[in-house]
């Protein structure tokens, strides 16, 4: 069964420091996602993109943050100055459609130092 | 008010009992209902996908949504060991990709 798969499982990084995390979607769905979970809290929203644009995002998704597709497979989130509050886990999801069940990855472990 | 709500357990069964997990909600712009399996340090597994009221079977799976009491539940018949894990809700209105989630029950089914 196609899957969401997510690089790297874990990313250690200064704080102040760039990262991008990376995502390749389920081939034919058109709609991706990020998401983030701090642990022991809910998973939250963090933004949608569709079209090479973002189509929705949250108040979490601030200029420190952006997303791209560089290619035609790869979805990336990179963060532009991590702070310690950035330490989540953060997923990936795809989606064929608006409004139809999203499929997550398994997740890149963020921990900011 | 939250808004979605759901206990976060945790729920110990044993093994072969029927398991009831809830979730209830305040924004009735809400039409789309999901219901996710995560496993410890893997994604959100997709269980069940509804669409406004009614209920929804898949093997030993059901959903149920009520709209007008702003309530939805998954059961899990028979339950084994392999189905102890947190069980996520999750929602969202019409033209919006953002999905609202629950915090989560962990289960627990012991042989």
């Known amino acids: 069964e196609p899957e969401v798969t997510q690089t790297p499982s874990h990313q250690v990084t200064q704080m102040g420091q760039e990262v991008i995390l990376r995502c390749v979607p389920i081939?034919?769905?058109?709609?991706f996602y990020w998401y983030r979970q701090i642990l022991g809290q809910k998973v939250e929203f963090l933004v949608s993109?569709?079209?090479?644009?973002?189509?929705?995002k949250s108040e979490i998704f601030d200029d420190q943050f952006s997303v791209e597709r560089p290619d035609g497979s790869n979805f990336t989130l990179k963060i532009r100055s991590t702070k310690l509050e950035d330490s989540a886990m953060y997923f990936c999801?795809?989606?064929?459609?608006?409004?139809?069940?999203?499929?997550f990855g398994d997740g890149t472990r963020l921990s900011i130092l | 008010q939250k808004e979605v709500e759901q206990d976060p357990g945790p729920l110990s069964v044993p093994e072969g009992a029927i398991v009831s997990l809830n979730c209830t909600y305040s924004?009735?712009?809400?039409?789309?209902f999901m219901w996710y399996r995560q496993y410890s340090r893997k994604g959100p597994e997709l269980l069940m996908y509804?669409?406004?009221?009614g209920n929804k079977e898949d093997g030993r799976f059901t959903a149920q949504v009520d709209k007008s009491s702003k309530y939805i539940s998954l059961f899990i018949r028979d339950s084994q060991p392999s189905d102890s894990a947190t069980y996520l809700c999750?929602?969202?209105?019409?033209?919006?990709?953002?999905?609202?989630f629950g915090t989560g029950t962990r289960l627990q089914v012991f042989p």
């Open positions: 509804t669409y406004s009221s």
């Open positions: 999750a929602m969202s209105a019409d033209n919006t990709d953002k999905l609202i």
């Open positions: 081939s034919n769905h058109l709609y």
């Open positions: 993109f569709y079209n090479n644009e973002i189509s929705e």
């Open positions: 924004n009735s712009a809400f039409q789309y």
């Open positions: 999801a795809s989606s064929p459609e608006v409004n139809q069940p999203q499929h």
